[in-house]
């Protein structure tokens, strides 16, 4: 079983910078590929970046390249997320998630974003 606790959100004025962390629980963090979502009240959970077990290799969503950079440190158990030039339009929950065998298992109970314009 793998818990993960994430940290970092906060208020922040557009054009800012945050930095999220997301603390993983158990042995199993090294063989998770790693995401963060979003989610805004009312709307769908959204995609915003993964970043595969090793930490070689990163996606992201369109509306956040160029932006976002995802990291991991396995042997802190920890996976990031840096973001940069934030707009209102991030404002969000942040939730990262952790998928093995192709679902997304575990799940952070989130981190408030605010973006002030």
């Known amino acids: 079983q793998v818990q993960l606790v994430e940290s970092g959100g906060g208020l922040v004025q557009a054009g800012g910078s945050l930095r999220l962390a997301c603390a993983a629980s158990?042995?199993?963090?090294?063989?998770?590929?790693m995401a963060w979502f979003r989610q805004v009240p009312g709307k769908e959970r959204e995609f915003v970046a993964s970043i595969s077990r090793s930490g070689g290799s990163t996606y992201y969503a369109d509306s956040v390249k160029g932006r976002f950079t995802a990291s991991r440190d396995n042997a802190k158990n920890t996976v990031y997320l840096q973001m940069n030039s934030l707009s209102p339009e991030d404002t969000a929950v942040y939730s990262c998630?952790?998928?093995?065998?192709?679902?997304?298992?575990?799940w952070g109970q989130g981190t408030q974003v605010t973006v002030s314009s």
């Open positions: 158990g042995r199993a963090f090294r063989t998770l590929t």
């Open positions: 998630a952790g998928e093995f065998g192709g679902t997304y298992n575990y």
